[in-house]
């Protein structure tokens, strides 16, 4: 009896391992099948990046037709009216009264009244009369419109190439010849050309809306890169042709972040690439064009004004070298689902160093910013002594000029005026505060100093101690 109980237990126990080891195989399955179920579904997302709920094509202009079919990217986009402040750049939101001539109800801080010495650096310029922080792209058509220097001087609407949508507009203007669009646009006031403009950047000026590729549609662009190629031995350079995509999510954002000039009675826009990116190659460049923006009101120095060369002082950096681009920084890569997309929420990396710094810096997001503010607080120190260098050299000029000096007595000093002035306004004008290449910042502040210096010596002298780099003899 005992023996057959024995059996029936173990019998029992048999039966109950079998269903256990057969539960555990179809549960297996089960999980198997549904994750296998979970990625084909997820492969497919990735194959289908986005569902075309409308058709898009060359002349569709309007960022909220595209974000019907890229609702993840517009959304990013509709982001850019953000301001938030970094330490060293960025804006506050500052509210104001509006009124009928200016209906913005947020604008950000002054900085020439944040730094006073700008007002005489630009003294009889209307960069004196208004110049703020920068905002986000969803700002870039009002500020520019609305702005007080609008007020000083009648702006040509080649302005509007880096302030808006261009690309259909342009068209439209050419009757399909994007160039000739481009020309009629240079010649027009500002504000004729803004009454044909809609829209700030939109997805069209970047991407081409059948194929979804970057593309660069900024004539001043085009021709200023072919013009950069062939320093180096690259004739008749069509960048949407010969760029590396890689290269194209630099070239996008260099479409307008760059220094350019009006040249000509017909203002068409140039950039002064023909000797190259660096500051003295461009500095010989307008020399040679015996360009000048404007008199500066106190010296009569005939003096220029830097842009916005983000572009041009980035090819100097470290970043540039190694082949990271605006977009891996300012637009990096992030995971919705499956999908892997470019941020739209353009922004500064210090706002975004998970994503912007930590995928090459494999270091605590402290650690990082503390580097990034560290280039940042010495650049602005070294701007700083050559602000007051520059202020010294404007002071002794204006008062050698009211003590009765001659044009050509005040010659020397009024070129040395005009570099030292340049090579600072290139890091000022800047908007990376040295990040994008430090070594090169703390170069050019560092030969604006001794311009300045060797402008004072020029005075007291009554000649040029060290002829200015690219001065005529």
Same mark, same amino acid.
């Given at each position: 009896?005992?023996?057959?109980?024995?059996?029936?237990?173990?019998?029992?126990?048999?039966?109950?391992? *079998?269903?256990?080891?057969?539960?555990?195989? =179809?549960?297996?399955?089960?999980?198997? =099948?549904?994750? #296998?179920?979970?990625?084909?579904?997820?492969?497919?997302?990735?194959?289908?990046?986005?569902?075309?709920?409308?058709?898009?094509?060359?002349?569709? %202009?309007?960022?909220?037709?595209?974000?019907?079919? *890229?609702?993840? @990217?517009?959304?990013?986009?509709?982001?850019?009216?953000?301001?938030?402040?970094?330490?060293?750049?960025?804006? %506050?939101?500052?509210?104001?009264?509006?009124?009928?001539?200016? /209906?913005?109800?947020?604008?950000? +801080?002054?900085?020439?009244?944040?730094?006073?010495? !700008?007002?005489?650096?630009?003294?009889?310029?209307?960069?004196?009369?208004?110049?703020?922080?920068?905002?986000?792209?969803?700002?870039?058509?009002?500020?520019?419109?609305?702005?007080?220097?609008?007020?000083?001087?009648?702006?040509?609407?080649?302005?509007?190439?880096?302030?808006?949508? =261009?690309?259909? /507009?342009? &068209?439209?203007?050419?009757?399909?010849?994007?160039?000739?669009?481009?020309?009629?646009?240079?010649?027009?006031?500002?504000?004729?050309?803004?009454?044909?403009?809609?829209?700030?950047?939109?997805?069209?000026?970047?991407?081409?809306?059948?194929?979804?590729?970057?593309?660069?549609?900024?004539?001043?662009?085009?021709?200023?890169?072919?013009?950069?190629?062939?320093? @180096?031995?690259? +004739?008749?350079?069509?960048?949407?042709?010969?760029?590396?995509?890689?290269?194209?999510?630099?070239?996008?954002?260099?479409?307008?972040?760059?220094?350019?000039?009006?040249?000509?009675?017909?203002?068409?826009?140039?950039?002064?690439?023909?000797?190259?990116?660096?500051?003295?190659?461009?500095?010989?460049?307008?020399? %040679?064009?015996?360009?000048?923006?404007?008199?500066?009101?106190?010296?009569?120095?005939?003096? !220029?004004?830097?842009?916005?060369?983000?572009?041009?002082?980035?090819? @100097?950096?470290?970043?540039?070298?190694?082949?990271?681009?605006?977009?891996?920084?300012?637009?990096?890569?992030?995971?919705?689902?499956?999908?892997?997309?470019?941020?739209?929420? =353009?922004?500064?990396?210090?706002?975004?160093?998970?994503?912007?710094?930590?995928?090459?810096?494999?270091?605590?997001? %402290?650690? !990082?910013?503390?580097?990034?503010?560290?280039?940042?607080?010495?650049?602005?120190?070294?701007?700083?002594?050559?602000?007051?260098? !520059?202020?010294? #050299?404007?002071?002794?000029? &204006?008062?050698?000029?009211?003590?009765?000096?001659?044009?050509?007595?005040?010659?020397?000093?009024?070129?040395?005026?005009?570099?030292?002035?340049?090579?600072?306004?290139?890091?000022?004008?800047?908007?990376?505060?040295?990040?994008?290449?430090?070594?090169?910042?703390?170069?050019?502040?560092?030969?604006?100093?001794?311009?300045?210096?060797?402008?004072?010596?020029?005075?007291?002298?009554?000649?040029?101690?060290?002829?200015?780099?690219?001065?005529?003899?």
């Amino acid at each position: 009896m005992a023996e057959i109980i024995a059996n029936d237990a173990s019998t029992r126990r048999r039966r109950r391992l *079998f269903f256990v080891i057969v539960g555990a195989a =179809v549960l297996a399955t089960i999980v198997g =099948v549904g994750l #296998l179920m979970n990625i084909f579904e997820r492969k497919q997302e990735a194959r289908n990046p986005f569902y075309r709920v409308v058709e898009l094509t060359d002349d569709t %202009e309007d960022p909220a037709v595209w974000g019907k079919n *890229f609702p993840l @990217q517009y959304d990013d986009y509709k982001r850019t009216v953000d301001q938030v402040r970094t330490r060293f750049g960025g804006s %506050e939101a500052l509210p104001r009264t509006p009124t009928k001539a200016d /209906p913005r109800s947020v604008i950000s +801080q002054s900085k020439i009244e944040e730094d006073p010495r !700008l007002k005489t650096m630009w003294a009889g310029y209307a960069f004196a009369k208004d110049f703020r922080e920068e905002r986000g792209h969803a700002y870039m058509l009002d500020d520019q419109t609305l702005t007080e220097r609008q007020q000083v001087v009648k702006q040509p609407g080649t302005c509007i190439q880096c302030h808006g949508s =261009v690309y259909v /507009p342009y &068209k439209k203007a050419g009757d399909g010849d994007l160039i000739k669009g481009f020309e009629k646009f240079n010649q027009m006031p500002f504000f004729e050309a803004r009454k044909l403009v809609s829209h700030p950047v939109a997805c069209i000026d970047c991407h081409d809306a059948s194929t979804m590729e970057l593309r660069v549609t900024r004539p001043g662009f085009i021709e200023g890169i072919r013009a950069f190629k062939a320093t @180096q031995g690259v +004739q008749n350079y069509d960048v949407n042709k010969q760029a590396t995509r890689q290269e194209m999510r630099a070239y996008v954002c260099g479409q307008c972040h760059v220094e350019y000039y009006f040249r000509g009675a017909e203002k068409r826009l140039v950039y002064p690439w023909t000797k190259g990116l660096k500051v003295e190659e461009i500095q010989a460049y307008y020399d %040679e064009a015996q360009f000048k923006d404007w008199t500066h009101a106190d010296t009569g120095a005939g003096v !220029l004004k830097a842009q916005h060369p983000e572009f041009e002082m980035w090819s @100097q950096g470290i970043h540039a070298r190694s082949g990271v681009t605006c977009a891996d920084c300012h637009m990096p890569y992030k995971r919705e689902g499956a999908l892997k997309i470019s941020d739209h929420h =353009v922004r500064s990396p210090v706002l975004n160093i998970n994503r912007a710094c930590q995928t090459c810096h494999r270091w605590p997001e %402290e650690e !990082l910013k503390a580097r990034i503010e560290t280039i940042q607080e010495r650049t602005f120190k070294m701007r700083n002594v050559a602000m007051d260098a !520059l202020m010294d #050299l404007i002071k002794d000029l &204006k008062a050698a000029k009211g003590a009765g000096k001659t044009e050509k007595e005040l010659a020397a000093a009024q070129d040395f005026q005009r570099k030292a002035q340049f090579y600072l306004d290139f890091v000022e004008a800047e908007n990376s505060t040295g990040f994008h290449a430090p070594q090169e910042a703390a170069r050019i502040l560092g030969e604006s100093v001794d311009f300045s210096r060797k402008g004072q010596i020029a005075l007291r002298d009554g000649k040029s101690v060290a002829r200015a780099p690219n001065a005529k003899p």
